[in-house]
């Protein structure tokens, strides 16, 4: 009787070992799930684009040369949060989503990131500004690529401070966004000497500015700073002009603006603006080449915005990782912390590197919008005007409250 | 002080919207006992048609004030004629259901098409710029827009409250079979009833081109609030509309003023207050 027992024991570990031993060895398939805002006012810089740019990572990456199985799904946060978190959910409990992207929106990305690392899976932000998913919330699942409130404030804000912008009035989008991008220019303000003066919380998707900018114009202050993004903040520039604010001697900072921001608003209006971006189509012939690729594939023949971008290069990163690793993609800390060991570098961002927190580091490039009359193409925007390195644009070591430093 | 005027006469270039967006609903409620949830949508098309007409065609935005409104109507009476006559005399879910049905699919469309972030539509050069009030700094365009809208709401209420075609409009409506014996085409009076409606949104997307983005869910997000206007002016009123109209763009200016955070909901407050207090609403006859 004992030694039976014994004895099957000893076989049910042999087969144990034996089935898992093969699942690792073999377990080569991966889904990738893109959630975005697919038809609201971030769909353009984010939605379709995003899952294009998600398959041609995968296209490129080789993989399945090598074995490997990778499905790409999507899905419509419609910028609501508790769907957002319900599509996660889905993803991963049903449908064996190994690795979310993209989901812009602070507010559901934030939401995101707890389902995410509940559920042990990746996340590969891009689309989402706020700096909290790499500080206060940081993840050990989480990557955060392309951009945030951190390096909008100390590159386009700390620019205009010390250009003679010292007093600020803000018309912020009324959600964790427009909160994270306040919070973090308002510190790059007052420690340059600055002061801010004002400031208004408008409802995210506002048609109408007039009321708000009235404000910002009466407030006297030199920098109206804009901490919102996409629809609001084309409607709010759009507008300013409309009511002179240009001609009054304020200056309007877009803290956050994005290609197709600037090809809604026309460059007659958007002329001269000062922004800051991570990538822009024509930066190189690399940038070009790819960016061809992808808005032949684009329905309005679009050339990809840095968030595309960034979906693009976090997956083409995550795959080296997956490569690298040789199988059994399944476990989102292990893969992520891979993905942390190894430099990032690819045709888009260029060399950089995932610090602990969560972070990508990768320069960062100041723009101006261009004249009508410099314009030679449809898509024809920026011109550069400085680089800020990534060590210098984005939250240092030091200063990040993220949990996952003090270990 | 001076900051409350500005508001106030803010809030009054709002209104103009609420008031023309809200009477067309008015109108074919009124008139054809239609809930048109397609209005945004159709407003949404005005927009359009100026922006083609201005970039296809090189027409300019005076002759798209005139002929937006109407294709998008020509495009309106087809709906009616195809679709919505069918619906007569059946309950009013069914009429909110297929013009409900529509916007979304016209706005889908266009959205496949333009994105989401909208095209740009200037300003036209003979209203560019602004004048200085003393309190504010008005642009001229908005100015335009207060006026004109106002002088387009009280021409339809004159049109239907004080003229012999308006007459027949409202004998149709309470007794079609009646106004049919004395030679009245009902069938086609409704028709073009309907397409008036549908222009005047289109009308109110070319005013509004130049102001806001010419976006595929520019309607969508406009439409929501229009309707609790046309419910607390008493549906089917055609000067409540318009005075709900402007007094809303008013209040809701107050209250971006005030307490920006609730500028997006003070018009449904105020929409259940109502119905708790008058449920025909301001200006509405009892049923």
New interface residues.
Partial sequence: MKTKSIASLLLTTALTFAVTGVASAQDKTVKIGALSDQ???Y???G?PGSTLAAQMAVEDSGLAAKGWKIDIISGDHQNKPDIGTAIARQWFDVDKVDIIVDVPNSGVALAVNNVIKEKNGVYINSGAATSDLTNAQCSPNTVHWTYDTYMLAHTTGQALVKAGGDSWFFLTA?YAFGAALERDTTAVVTANGGKVIGG????L????F???L??A??SKAKIIGLANA??DT??TI??AA???IGK?GQKLAALLLFL??V????L??AQGLNFTETFYWDMNDKTRAFSKRFAEKM??N?PPTMVQAGVYAGVRHYLKALDALGGNPHDGVKVVEKMKSMPTEDDLFGKGEIQPNGRTIHNAYLFEVKKPSESKGPWDFYKLVGTVPGDQAFTPLSESKCALLKK | MQALYAQLLVGLINGSFYALLSLGLAVIFGMLNIINFAHGALYMMGAFVAYFLLNLGGINYWWALLFAPIIVGIFGMILERTMLQWLTGLDHLYGLLLTFGIALIVQGVFQNYFGSSGLPYAIPDQLKGGMNLGFMFLPIYRGWVVIFSLVVCIATWFLIEKTRLGAYLRAATENPTLVRAFGVNVPRMITLTYGLGVGLAALAGVLSAPINQVRPLMGADLIIVVFAVVVIGGMGSIMGSIITGFALGVIEGLTKYFYPEASNTVVFVLMVLVLLVKPTGLTGRAA
């Fill in positions: 038809s609201g006012l769909a353009d810089l939605g009324d208004v919380k408008h409802p998707n506002t048609p109408d007039s009321s708000f009235l404000q114009q009466s996409g629809g084309t409607n759009k507008q409309e009511f002179g009054g197709t921001d090809k809604a608003i026309g007659e209006t329905k309005n679009a």
